[in-house]
Each structure stands twice: as C-alpha cells, then as structure tokens.
C-alpha cells in the first residue's frame, strides 16, 4: 500500500522486490500495527516524507534465515553525532525512520538495517508482537520518563496505554485513565486492565496524580492534566505531533510541575521492553484485518473506534490465536 501523496488514500500496487543496500536484510513481513504517527504521516502534520512511501514502523517480519525480527520506528542513525555519542541516538541529527524517511510495513516485503532490528519474544504470535514495536517501547520510555510516579494518568486509552497500563500496574502504580468524554466503553476496558478509576478527559480523578502521560495529540490536555497534577507532578506529551497547547496560567505549572515531551526511541529502549513484556506479562489485545483495508483501519483509528491495538495481517504465520 502506497502513500503516493500526503492527504490522499494509501494505493494497493505491485512494487518489486526491494533491494537490500549494504548492512540490510531483506525481510518478508507477516504482520505491521497501526500507529497514530502513520495518521500524522498521512495527514502532512510531519514535514517531507519519503514519497512515494510505504507507511508503518511495527514490523514483525521474517529474515531469509527463518529468523523473526521486529522493525520498529528508529531505523537508522549515524552514530557520530553529539547525541549518539552521548548514548541518545533517538535524538539523532541524521537519524532515519521507518514509515516515514524509510519505506515501512504496509507491504509485502521491506527492508532494514539489521542493526536496527530487534529480536522479538517467542511468547507472542505475530499479530500480538506488532503492536509491542511502537505501542509498547515508545509507551514504555514516556513511563520511565514518569519517573516512579506512584498515580499515574494515562490520556488516551488506545493502543499504548492499553499495554503500559499493564507495564505500570506490575511496578506496582496506580492507574487512572481518561478518556474522550462520554466513552464509557473505552473506560470499562481500561478497567479490565487495572485502572482503578476511569473517566472523561474533562472530569478530575478522585486524587491528585503524580504524573500524566498523554497519548491523545490534543494540545488541551496539557493544561487539563496540569490541573490535576500533585506537586512535583509531571506531565509526559508522548506523541510525535499535538495540536497547539493553548496558553495557562503560570500557576498551573508553579510548584515544580513540569511538561516534556518523549522523541522517538533508542534500540536499549526496545530490547529492554521487549526482555520485560513476556515476564509480566503484557496481554495485547488486537483487531486484526488484512493489509488491503489499510485505508480502512486508519479511518477506524482517526474516529477512535479500536480496542487495543489495530493489526495489518500481510501474510500468515505457521500457527495463530485469538489472544496471548
Ligand atoms: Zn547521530
Ligand atoms: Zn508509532
């Protein structure tokens, strides 16, 4: 499926086979997730893709070895820049991204740096590892970066928190989720899953949280978390793009609240993820559909009508099943 232009439909077309330049590794993808950055890549809210491009950044694929990897968002860096020599290769100046500068997973066939290919836990079948790749590991850096927050909030009750919902009540946290105002559904799932109080966007939890992070790319809920934020709270942004954060009160942030944001992921973040989720265990719940209604799911994703995790099924593994 082809981004030939941003804000138009993804096309289906035979592409031949990519060539793997040096230091890449041909792969067959068996399963990509859904992440709300292939939206923003799709809708232009991120400056000059690769075009035309193949979206998606949570790749489970197969090597010409047999062996399964997992190709997520960072897919190349230079490793001679400041930051990589500082250990913070996601925030690269040369960096490469998968789905985005590099073609991804919304195909057939694809190709990667293997350094940059992670080795993914047998435990999961392909469909229930996708959604690890983004979800999970760039999920999993926004709730290091909570610190050890003892009431976390959680904005956005989607694909990621879904599944670091899980990560935070294993730490032994507390889990408060928000919601789009009036979706009870969502907020029953989030109970399931451990939070012990779920409500709208707009409502106050029943105690201060000590830390936010917000998955939703609504710029007002900066301010809202703000407001129910302890002292010393934090509030994590931990989409790639938000709609602009409208201005506050200076006392929202006094008392030593702050705001960050998270970029990207360095690959000690993926393989630390990805050694904890199967010891948890992080259950990911998924609705899979076939590559060709690529459109369709990210249709399905904009409206906010997915439980869990949307999963592209390209081609099937030797066994399935309905849950992990
Ligand atoms: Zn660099
Ligand atoms: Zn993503």
């Not at 993804?10 to 859904?34: K, M, N, S, T």
């Not at 939206?39 to 489970?60: C, M, T, Y």
């Not at 050890?148 to 899980?166: K, T, V, W």
Request: aromatic share 6%; proline share 7%; net charge negative.
């Amino acid at each position: 499926m082809v981004l030939d232009q941003p804000r138009t439909p993804l096309v289906e077309r035979e592409l031949p086979e990519p060539e793997p330049g040096p230091g890449q590794v041909l792969l067959r993808v068996r399963a990509c997730a859904v992440c709300r950055t292939d939206l923003h890549v799709v809708d232009a809210e991120l400056p000059d893709p690769k075009l035309p491009l193949v979206i998606g950044h949570q790749i489970v694929a197969e090597a010409p070895d047999g062996r399964r990897l997992g190709v997520p968002w960072l897919g190349w860096t230079d490793g001679s820049c400041r930051y990589c020599l500082s250990g913070r290769e996601n925030l690269c100046d040369g960096a490469r991204f998968t789905g985005y500068t590099l073609d991804g997973g919304y195909a057939e066939w694809t190709v990667a740096d293997e350094r940059f290919c992670l080795e993914l836990p047998d435990e999961y079948e392909d469909v229930h590892a996708a959604p690890l790749l983004c979800a999970g590991l760039i999920g999993y850096r926004a709730l290091r970066l909570a610190g050890d927050a003892e009431r976390l909030g959680l904005y956005g009750f989607g694909s990621s928190a879904h599944l670091i919902a899980q990560v935070a009540r294993w730490q032994g946290r507390r889990v408060f989720a928000f919601t789009r105002p009036g979706d009870l559904e969502t907020q029953a799932f989030a109970r399931e899953l451990g939070a012990e109080w779920a409500g709208g966007s707009d409502e106050r939890p029943p105690q201060e949280l000590d830390a936010a992070i917000l998955f939703a790319p609504a710029g007002e809920l900066v301010p809202a978390a703000l407001r129910v934020l302890a002292k010393g709270g934090v509030v994590v942004c931990a989409g790639i793009h938000m709609s602009d954060i409208p201005s506050f009160p200076y006392e929202l942030l006094w008392e030593e609240r702050s705001v960050r944001s998270v970029a990207n992921l360095t690959r000690e973040d993926g393989r630390e993820f990805l050694e904890l989720a199967p010891r948890v265990p992080v259950r990911t719940e998924v609705d899979v559909v076939p590559l060709a209604q690529a459109n369709e799911a990210l249709e399905r994703l904009r409206r906010g009508e997915v439980r869990g995790s949307l999963v592209l099924q390209v081609a099937s593994s030797a066994s399935r099943s309905e849950a992990t």
